[in-house]
């Protein structure tokens, strides 16, 4: 597969690696990529920075907002709002509209509901299967957290059901008594509300009647997210820079990605020196010292120096290359400036080929 090959035929794609790599841009190019294939294309940002809410150089909330471009498809970037999708859940999950506003008004779940642990990542999910169903996309790109979190992100579908199938769900909601809380739960809720306070274990024990049922949906939910995620296709798209401590961080998630039997459709390669010279280092080093006394001295020691690093930026891309071998690398050059705007975001698209 190549990456106009990713482009126009893949329908979810995940940029994922280490921070500060360009995952962000590189996103937004590839979105502009396939909306020039005509292509009708989402791209999420799970990263609270507003950096591609900057590139795009529109506001961005957790619906999808278009951006005109000279392109045949459409393009579309969001900034996932972790609290806003879980509301959206919990109303499409709820058996009414009373239990789903007994909830959204529940003191408990409005303090926890956009901090509890994991609660982005499975969120993010959440909203990549809802734009993935609602039809309305051919391709959805997520820019993911770095690689520490995008972890996180992969695995949250199956955390949220191992927590749903757990001993603590059984006990809080017993399939064969459907009481909110049954009496020896009452008991020690009575004694933790010594300590923390009547009121906090009255939003509580109000939180789990009112959720009450609804497990069973966010469960199959859950299964449903990982099983987009595992589709063929939905592919990874490696983002790095040729620096030795990104390639090693960046080889560390493929081998977890690997590990979990999905693919990897690419690897780019961002802010890579650019070639100016054919020759070998050492070749060009002894040249260096026949001129060291004349004007192309300083010429020849900055070329060696140019040639150096791009050498040793290559052979660490190299042992990267071969874990994700088959999959096509693309090397984005290191431009004389950030990408800030779309013009930017539609240079680095020209080089994802």
Not at 6 to 17: D, M, P, Q, S, Y
Not at 181 to 210: C, Y
Not at 228 to 257: K, M, N, Y
Not at 322 to 350: K, N, S
Request: aromatic share 4%; charged share 25%.
């Amino acid at each position: 597969m190549t990456f106009d090959a990713i482009a126009r035929e893949a329908t979810v794609v995940l940029c994922a690696g280490t921070g500060g790599v360009g995952k962000t841009t590189i996103a937004a190019a590839l979105g502009v990529r396939a909306a020039a294939e005509g292509r009708r294309v989402a791209v999420i940002t799970v990263d609270p920075a507003r950096r591609l809410a900057d590139a795009v150089g529109i506001p961005l909330s957790n619906r999808p907002q278009p951006i005109d471009g000279p392109w045949p498809g459409e393009l579309s970037a969001m900034m996932l709002d972790a609290k806003a999708t879980f509301d959206d859940l919990v109303v499409r999950e709820a058996g009414s509209d009373e239990q789903a506003r007994h909830i959204l008004d529940n003191r408990l779940y409005q303090n926890l509901s956009g901090v509890l642990s994991g609660t982005q990542e499975f969120m993010a999910n959440e909203k990549l299967f809802e734009l993935h169903q609602s039809g309305e996309f051919d391709l959805i790109v997520v820019d993911t957290p770095p690689t520490r979190n995008a972890l996180d992100f992969l695995e949250a579908p199956e955390k949220l059901v191992g927590f749903l199938d757990g001993k603590l769900m059984r006990l809080l909601f017993p399939r064969t008594i459907r009481r909110a809380v049954n009496a020896g739960l009452r008991l020690m809720l009575r004694q933790v509300s010594s300590v923390v306070g009547a009121r906090i274990v009255e939003d509580g024990e109000a939180f789990l009647r009112a959720f009450q049922g609804m497990e069973d949906g966010f469960r199959q939910r859950a299964k449903q997210v990982t099983g987009l995620l595992s589709d063929s296709g939905t592919t990874v798209l490696l983002v790095t820079t040729p620096r030795r401590e990104s390639i090693a961080e960046t080889r560390w998630f493929a081998e977890q990605v690997l590990a979990r039997g999905m693919r990897i459709g690419g690897l780019v390669v961002n802010r890579s020196h650019p070639s100016f010279s054919d020759r070998p280092v050492t070749e060009l080093s002894e040249l260096s010292a026949q001129h060291s006394e004349g004007p192309l001295g300083a010429a020849f020691a900055a070329l060696v120096d140019a040639q150096t690093t791009v050498e040793a930026e290559r052979t660490a891309v190299a042992e990267l290359s071969a874990l994700v071998a088959g999959a096509p690398v693309v090397e984005v050059p290191l431009l004389p400036h950030d990408v800030r705007d779309m013009e930017g975001v539609e240079t680095i698209a020209r080089h994802l080929r």
